[in-house]
């Protein structure tokens, strides 16, 4: 799923592309699409562009005569900018927003159509879409440590619920606590003072590193390889993959349809963790530790 550092530079290229622009015509292909009826999509056509923002994952386009146009990637929403006129791809083509200055195509690579386009009229409606997240690129550390104990969860869960922190997702939590050397299962209310300093201090640097990142690799060609997976992350999709600061291979727990991504050594003083159905299927023969690990595999060899 795009998350703030994908979604900081899809509006950055989205603003200069279309700021000031008309927004001529919504060409909706996919009936799973459009989540609103009042105001039709036809109030938002013919409206001059003033603006396009970020509300936690998703994109705003901001209209005059106070409409406004929120569009939610999910988990394989993109975008493509294309020439005016342009087409919607067969299969995975979800809709195209003509614009005077060009066309931004939505595609989504899923058979499951979860991407959602709402036209809201009024600062009101807007607002009720926002889940209310704490910007963490505008907080300080207090702030930053109040939200985290306003609700008594693990690491993981805290940093992705949107209520808490807006736009931080499966990708970037990983990378967080990663570089803030915390278990993704430790207990947000568990912290120390200094604990907590360092986890808003990775926070800041990982995705203030992951947009300036972000910006040199797109330069002024418009983003299209947007993806949670990248070579330079430090544990996200790299299991079984050496940790860069200490070597240890990276370990994973997966849970519903997501995946903690972490350094057993870095992050857990070497302590496997196992997610509650694992551990119950294996009982006393999960490893606990790293070294246990290897003695395993090499028994098994």
């Not at 008309?22 to 013919?46: I, K």
């Not at 999910?74 to 493509?80: E, K, P, T």
């Not at 690491?155 to 736009?167: A, E, I």
Request: proline residues 6%; positive net charge; contains cysteine.
């Amino acid at each position: 799923m795009p998350e703030l550092p994908d979604i900081t530079l899809y509006v950055e290229h989205l603003e200069r592309r279309v700021a000031g622009a008309t927004l001529v015509r919504v060409r909706v292909v996919s009936p799973n699409l459009l989540m609103t009826v009042d105001p039709p999509l036809e109030a938002v056509e013919g409206r001059q562009v003033t603006a396009v923002r970020r509300m936690g994952k998703r994109i705003v386009f901001v209209l005059d005569g106070d409409l406004y146009l929120v569009l939610h990637l999910m988990v394989a929403g993109r975008l493509q900018w294309k020439d005016p006129g342009a087409k919607v791809p067969g299969r995975v083509g979800l809709a195209a927003f003509e614009f005077t200055t060009g066309t931004l195509i939505l595609t989504e690579a899923s058979t499951r159509r979860r991407a959602t386009l709402h036209a809201v009229a009024g600062r009101r409606a807007l607002v009720r879409l926002d889940p209310g997240g704490l910007e963490p690129l505008d907080a300080d550390t207090a702030t930053f440590a109040e939200r985290l104990r306003s609700e008594d969860h693990t690491l993981k869960r805290s940093l992705t619920d949107p209520r808490l922190f807006s736009g931080i997702g499966n990708a970037y939590s990983d990378e967080i606590l990663h570089a803030a050397r915390l278990s993704p299962f430790k207990l947000s209310r568990s912290l120390s003072d200094e604990e907590y300093a360092r986890l808003f201090e990775a926070t800041q640097t990982t995705l203030r590193g992951w947009i300036a990142r972000l910006q040199d690799e797109a330069g002024e060609a418009f983003p299209e390889k947007v993806t949670a997976f990248r070579p330079g992350m430090a544990v996200h999709g790299r299991y079984g993959q050496p940790c860069p600061e200490c070597g240890s291979p990276v370990q994973r727990v997966v849970y519903a349809q997501n995946e903690a991504n972490y350094c057993a050594t870095c992050q857990t003083e070497g302590r496997l963790l196992a997610d509650r159905s694992l551990s119950r299927l294996l009982r006393e023969d999960w490893p606990r530790t790293l070294d246990e690990l290897e003695r395993r595999k090499r028994q098994t060899s």
